[in-house]
């Protein structure tokens, strides 16, 4: 299946077959596990404003269909290619495995950066992206929601467009929609409070006081402002690092959290122009001293090059795969010195309330806030102790344990259903 190439695939690639050899799979087994049932790609046509007609490449993957519908991101991003989403189908299914949601993994999104369109221009891609894909998606087939570059409001403009195609409002064809048009209270934050409850039970872990914690966070997006503001107002963690793809900057004596989510909310959510006094290199900040380093922004940013300088004591994985391989080697030399939570479980917070969102949507039953946050926690709860556990028998790293368990539970399902025909 060589459609699926690049850096990022190939991660994902080589962190399946280690733990594949650690479950003693057949190499037989191996790649009905491994590559996707279903890739999709189209043509996105929009008229800029301008005059020109732009051709966008969009894609969509559906790694197994064996478990239940798939689900998954759109992402909205220059570079992104059929391997980067494969990568991602892959890795969201043995997050959904790991916390027990009826799914596969999938992945989609175009090749596009939303920066630069208008929103006119960027309604138009959203609407085209969603009837293109209309044949191969559904509330029972493949649900999509937000990831890099896309938000609540391209949700809004994905479920009326598969709507008008019905006849009728199809609310649970995508989640992370505004609540205003069926979706879940909670979910926006969701990502962000589940790293922050993680980061809370890592602590206990290594019996570090929430008090006496200080945070760096990379990327100020979705995932990493409410981790950033939630570790901050909820727990008293001292934030001394924060960047995005616009600046970084880092103050030993903490950073105003408030005066810089004031900024980024005037500036178009992003943090240049806020400081030049406490401004450092954004590969510098991922190496200075903290307690807890929330890389959520891209993947592969922990290298071999930075894994050895960390000095961090906990590395919360709120991205989809920060850590590189050739980095896992050196952080596994560093087990006592450094917690990892990986990234399966550390950013799942977001699909387990995009779970509850699909649920209530289907139901036209709707929870409380209080309710989705408790059930939200009981499901971290369980899936911190069974890694935790897991990794202590079998002697392995938290990411190995994870996936272990992830792999499992997809290969048990395929083994119970066999082959067709
Ligand atoms: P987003 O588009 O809302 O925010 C991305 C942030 O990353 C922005 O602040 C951007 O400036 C920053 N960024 C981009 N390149 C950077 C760089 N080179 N250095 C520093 N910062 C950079 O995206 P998001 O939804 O917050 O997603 C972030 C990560 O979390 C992605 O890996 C995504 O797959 C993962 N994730 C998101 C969700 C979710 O619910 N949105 C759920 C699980 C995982």
């Known amino acids: 299946m060589d459609i699926y190439s690049g850096p990022v695939f190939e991660m994902a690639r080589q962190q399946f077959h280690a733990v594949a050899d650690h479950l003693a799979i057949p190499e037989n087994e191996r790649d009905r596990l491994l590559y996707p049932k279903r890739a999709i790609a189209v043509a996105v046509p929009v008229n800029m404003d301008d005059g020109r007609t732009r051709v966008f490449n969009g894609y969509r993957v559906q790694h197994h269909l064996t478990l239940g519908p798939t689900k998954g991101g759109t992402r909205f991003a220059p570079k992104l290619d059929l391997g980067e989403v ?57 649900i999509m929601a937000p990831d890099l570059g896309t938000n609540e409001q391209i949700m809004a403009w994905f479920m009326d467009t598969y709507s008008m195609f019905q006849g009728h409002a199809v ?59 939630t570790l901050a107002r909820r727990m008293g963690v001292k934030v001394v690092g924060l960047s995005d793809h616009t600046a970084a900057y880092y103050d030993a004596d903490g950073l105003p959290l408030d005066a810089i989510e ?8 992003v943090l240049a122009g806020w400081s030049k006094e406490s401004m450092i290199d954004g590969e510098e900040l991922l ?5 807890v380093l929330v890389p959520a922004a891209i993947e592969r940013v922990i290298t071999e090059k930075n894994a050895g300088r960390l000095q961090c004591r906990i590395l919360a994985e ?23 939570i990986p990234d399966i479980l550390c950013n799942s917070g977001g699909v387990i309330v995009s779970y509850f ?53 997809v290969r048990a399902g395929k083994r119970l259903r066999g082959l067709f025909p």
């Open 86 to 142: 494969g990568a991602l189908a892959v890795w969201m299914s043995w997050k959904c495995a790991l916390v027990g949601l009826p799914y596969g993994g999938a992945k989609g999104g175009v090749a596009c950066d939303p920066r630069g369109l208008s929103k006119r221009e960027l309604e138009a891609l959203s609407r085209r992206y969603m009837q293109e894909m209309i044949p191969f998606v559904g509330p029972h087939t493949d």
């Open 171 to 229: 609310t649970e064809i995508v989640t992370g929609k505004p609540v205003a048009v069926g979706g879940t209270v909670g979910r926006r934050e969701a990502t962000g409070r589940g790293i922050a409850y993680l980061v809370a039970r890592a602590l206990e872990a290594i019996k570090h006081k929430a008090a006496e914690t200080t945070a760096i966070v990379q990327g100020f997006g979705n995932v990493g402002s409410v981790a950033a503001l």
């Open 262 to 269: 004031d900024h980024a909310r005037r500036h178009d959510g």
């Open 287 to 291: 190496t200075q001293p903290c307690t």
């Open 318 to 340: 709120g991205a989809n795969g920060p850590t590189t391989p050739a980095a896992d080697t050196i952080l596994d030399q560093r087990q006592n010195e450094i917690f990892v």
């Open 357 to 409: 969102e699909w649920v209530q949507d289907l139901q036209q039953l709707f929870w409380t806030e209080a309710e989705i946050n408790h059930r939200l926690e009981q499901i971290l709860e369980t899936a911190f102790r069974q890694i935790a556990r897991r990794g202590r028998n079998d002697r392995v790293s938290s990411r190995v344990a994870a996936m272990a368990l992830g792999v499992e539970k």
